[in-house]
């Protein structure tokens, strides 16, 4: 890949893939209540990863690329905390609609025919339609924190190109470029 950026689809699936599959355990989940905070670090683990790669190989990375892979980290996020979630919930029977339409139908002040127009919706279509939505709102809310996440570690894990010239060894303070004199 001489000459080019480092692809961003490793440090992407990487970091959407670990967050993905903690989004959907049912306890860790409850960390996204603290304004996406998962979706937020999976944006920032991608950022930080991708700013590893260009480092070594040579290309500059900053906010911009930050968000870049920040929001492909958080479409993958978004996809497999839908898939692993749907899977937990049919495995663990999470999310059983007919103990929510009985616990409905104990509430007095519920209208019977919103219920039953609740309960037809629910027989026709099954679980499809809450899947399908679970996922809109898995990848909508995924782009948007995730590239936050990897616009804020693009700011804070910024690098610049190497200069060309002799670099310095750690610890070596650099000296300024000499001055440049007009010609005489």
Known sequence: MQGQAPSMIKPA?????????????????????????????CGFLAAFLQSQQCKTAGFPFGPGPG????????????????????????????GDWQEVLDQLEEVSTMDPEMLDQINRFMETTGPTVMVLFGLFMALLLGALFATVGGLIGGSVFRAAPPTPGAAPQP??????????????
């Not at 968000?67 to 999470?94: D, K, R």
């Not at 610890?171 to 005489?184: I, K, T």
């Open 13 to 41: 699936m990487i970091s959407g893939v670990a967050f993905g599959v903690a989004g959907a355990v049912p306890i860790i989940n409850w960390i996204n209540c603290a304004c996406c905070a998962l979706i937020i670090a």
């Open 171 to 184: 610890g070596e303070p650099q000296s300024p470029p000499p001055p440049v004199r007009p010609g005489l």
């Open 67 to 94: 968000a870049q892979v920040g929001l492909l980290s958080g479409l993958v996020y978004g996809v497999v905390t839908s898939i692993v979630s749907t899977v937990l919930n049919m495995a663990l029977g999470l």
